[in-house]
């Protein structure tokens, strides 16, 4: 079945440092992917949507200039956290609209855990 | 605008006994429903959806859901809970506005399975 992989699985950063978090559609082409974030014992919350070839679309709130997101090709997504604080430590999960087939169907990555020092 | 509140932010069971996680939702128009569970460091797995069809909604593991559009609710059940079922679980609604297909997650409610 389909498959999203999200790298790495967790990370730990020095404050001021930037972080890269990639997430990948496996085996099918993703023209939207979705960020989220979770803070411990809270639920997801949206951060941006992510359309490939233009501009993420960012919720309300959410730093558009810290939080770099680049959709270059139908495969990959990548959130960038530029200029980490302590206060970025989250887990973050991206997922993968698949528009194949007859119905649509969504997949969501491991997630991320950054740790920021 | 839609949202979602899970009654429940803990609920404890004991093996083999019923699990009911209570969700409502407040959409302005049909909405699709969904529940996912958070396994301890796990990404999301999707238990079942809703999406105008039956209301009443079979997922994976045993679960169910009803919707129930005059109570604006979308409870997931089971008949007897396992241990494996302890986790985190999310009721979900999506956001149909456009393409966009943004989801709205509730807060949670975590399952614990009591031997």
């Known amino acids: 079945g389909a498959v999203v992989s999200q790298h790495p699985s967790w990370v730990i950063c020095k404050s001021g440092t930037s972080v890269k978090i990639e997430c990948r559609s496996l085996d099918f082409q993703a023209t939207t992917m979705f960020w989220y974030r979770q803070f411990p014992k809270q639920s997801l919350m949206l951060m941006a949507t992510?359309?490939?070839?233009?501009?993420?679309?960012?919720e309300q709130g959410v730093e558009k200039d810290k939080f770099l997101i680049n959709h270059a090709s139908l495969t990959l997504s990548t959130l960038t956290v530029t200029s980490a604080h302590p206060e970025d430590s989250s887990f973050y999960i991206c997922?993968?609209?698949?528009?194949?087939?007859?119905?649509?169907?969504?997949?969501f990555g491991s997630g991320t855990q950054l740790s920021v020092l | 605008a839609q949202s979602v509140t899970q009654l429940d932010s803990h609920v404890s069971v004991s093996e083999g006994t019923p699990v009911l996680l209570r969700c409502n939702y407040s959409s302005s128009y049909s909405p699709s429903l969904f529940w996912y569970v958070q396994h301890p460091n796990k990404g999301l797995q999707l238990l079942l959806k809703?999406?105008?069809?039956?209301?009443l909604v079979k997922g994976i593991n045993g679960f169910e859901a009803e919707f129930k559009k005059s109570e604006t609710s979308f409870h997931l059940t089971k008949p007897s809970a396992h241990m494996s079922d302890a986790a985190e679980y999310f009721c979900v609604v999506s956001d149909r506005t456009g393409n966009t297909g943004k989801l709205i997650f509730g807060q949670g409610t975590t399952l614990q399975v009591k031997p």
């Open positions: 809703y999406t105008s069809a039956a209301t």
């Open positions: 997922s993968a609209r698949d528009h194949t087939g007859a119905r649509e169907k969504l997949f």
């Open positions: 992510s359309n490939e070839g233009s501009k993420a679309t960012y």
